[in-house]
């Protein structure tokens, strides 16, 4: 069986690189930061993933590089609406190749089940995100 290893997030936290393969799950309406290790630490292949638990309704939840990892996040998010018309949205939000700091699930757009995934190749970050709304996952 491939058990995966979970834990419950309801407040801030700073990742460590022993939590490798680990799926966080966000648990807070009012949202929180969670501070990822630095890429270099971690090495090539290191993984996490953040799944909504709660829908953030009275603030974001943030993942944001290191200190000493400032803009090293490059992403994309594709999305469901469920609907063939998706008035001015794009079909994915993405870093378009410049890279950022931080990943905000928002408020008010994020629900249960979007997720954000995070892999290092030891030297920057990559992320991919899936949600139901164009707007519940940006890139600072």
């Given at each position: 069986?491939?058990?995966?290893?979970?834990?419950?997030?309801?407040?801030?936290?700073?990742?460590?690189?022993?939590?490798?393969?680990?799926?966080?799950?966000?648990?807070?309406?009012?949202?929180?930061?969670?501070?990822?290790?630095?890429?270099?630490?971690?090495?090539?292949g290191w993984w996490c993933k953040f799944i909504v638990k709660v829908n953030p309704t009275?603030?974001?939840?943030?993942?944001?590089?290191?200190?000493?990892?400032?803009?090293?996040?490059?992403?994309?998010?594709?999305?469901?609406?469920?609907?063939?018309?998706?008035?001015?949205?794009?079909?994915?939000?993405?870093?378009?190749?410049?890279?950022?700091?931080?990943?905000?699930?928002?408020?008010?757009?994020?629900?249960?089940?979007?997720?954000?995934?995070?892999?290092?190749?030891?030297?920057?970050?990559?992320?991919?995100?899936?949600?139901?709304?164009?707007?519940?996952?940006?890139?600072?």
């Amino acid at each position: 069986a491939d058990r995966k290893k979970i834990e419950a997030l309801t407040a801030a936290k700073t990742v460590e690189v022993a939590d490798c393969g680990t799926i966080f799950t966000l648990g807070t309406a009012g949202g929180f930061a969670v501070v990822l290790p630095d890429a270099a630490s971690c090495g090539p292949g290191w993984w996490c993933k953040f799944i909504v638990k709660v829908n953030p309704t009275g603030g974001d939840y943030t993942v944001d590089a290191s200190a000493g990892d400032l803009n090293n996040l490059h992403g994309v998010t594709a999305y469901s609406s469920g609907s063939a018309d998706h008035g001015a949205h794009d079909l994915a939000d993405t870093t378009n190749g410049t890279a950022v700091d931080r990943v905000t699930i928002k408020q008010n757009k994020a629900k249960i089940g979007d997720q954000v995934e995070l892999v290092s190749d030891g030297t920057l970050w990559y992320v991919t995100a899936l949600s139901k709304d164009p707007l519940a996952v940006t890139y600072d």
